[in-house]
């Protein structure tokens, strides 16, 4: 089996390291928009060849590890590929990708997700490890090819990943608030503290909860804005949601209502019981 990677970078880069040691693959072929991206690739062995866009059409299986807004734009130009051909999308949303795949390959298309990353991106971010124990969310399998789905799942579990099965539109709700939210917050914390506080403050003073939660601001720029773009009307539900409860801790300390404070925190430490 020939495997195309289209862009190598954390979770592109990740998967190729994986499927280059797997049995049922023959070999692992990438294309990178960065001519950069694609020699810190082949340097770092993360696929076995460097190929132009065309000769990743005569795959049989294709990934799509780029950022969201250019996975609408690469199905288009994947259209006219063979029936046989398995196409996985590894974006961070899924309804408005499902809903642009051009209908002659919505057959090959199978929309999957791995709950997986770090806030490094590019080639030399990726290693092996990441996906490995990772749940990877495939969406509106029901749409796909029986023979693709079954391929997409031998893969991504003989890459060590758990899979979950969900609707698009569950998974774009729910991820606004598990994901992409804690992004927003984070971004927001990091400005606010940008614009208070010294470079020297924030290197004497930050301990492990400031870097804990400022950690995922350092995440790819326009990466984040195509999320926040796709999944807009969750993210702002979150937010409202977020907000609310910032309004409650706000009123608490406001008026010294230290008891009902102290539960409300004892009901967020609830989370020990999940994580």
């Known amino acids: 089996m020939r495997v195309g ?4 970078g954390l979770i592109g880069g990740s998967l190729g390291l994986n499927l280059r040691d797997m049995k049922l693959i023959d070999k692992v072929v990438g294309f990178d928009a960065s001519k950069t991206n694609e020699q810190d690739a082949i340097r770092l062995g ?9 000769a990743i059409k005569s795959c049989d299986v294709i990934f799509l590890a780029i950022p969201v807004e250019a996975v609408m734009q690469v199905l288009e130009e994947l259209k006219d590929i063979s029936p046989e051909t398995t196409i996985v ?4 949303t899924k309804e408005k990708i499902v809903a642009s795949c051009p209908p002659s390959i919505v057959p090959n298309f199978v929309a999957a997700h791995p709950m997986a990353g770090t806030e490094n991106s590019g080639p030399k971010s990726a290693f092996k490890s990441l996906l490995n124990g990772a749940v ?15 391929r997409a799942v031998e893969i991504l579990s003989g890459a060590g990943m758990r899979i979950v099965f ?7 709700h729910h991820v606004a608030l598990i994901s992409h939210l804690p992004h927003a917050i984070s971004f927001a914390l990091v400005n606010a503290t940008l614009k208070e506080e010294e470079k020297r403050n924030i290197l004497n003073l930050a301990g492990g909860s400031f870097i804990g939660m400022s950690r995922i601001a350092k995440s790819n720029t326009q ?3 195509d999320i926040f773009k796709q999944n807009r009307q969750n993210l702002l539900e979150s937010v409202e949601k977020f907000e609310n409860q910032m309004q409650i801790c706000k009123e608490f300390i406001e008026n010294e ?9 004892e009901d967020a430490r609830r989370l020990r019981e999940i994580l």
């Open 223 to 225: 990466m984040w804005v």
């Open 136 to 150: 990877v969310v495939i969406c509106d399998d029901l749409n796909a090819g029986e023979v693709h789905i079954k």
């Open 166 to 172: 969900m609707s698009a539109k569950s998974h774009d």
């Open 5 to 8: 990677i289209v862009g190598l």
């Open 46 to 54: 993360l696929v076995d060849e460097i190929v132009p866009f065309e």
């Open 257 to 265: 209502k230290w008891d009902e404070l102290a539960k409300w925190i």
């Open 89 to 92: 999308d590894l974006g961070s």
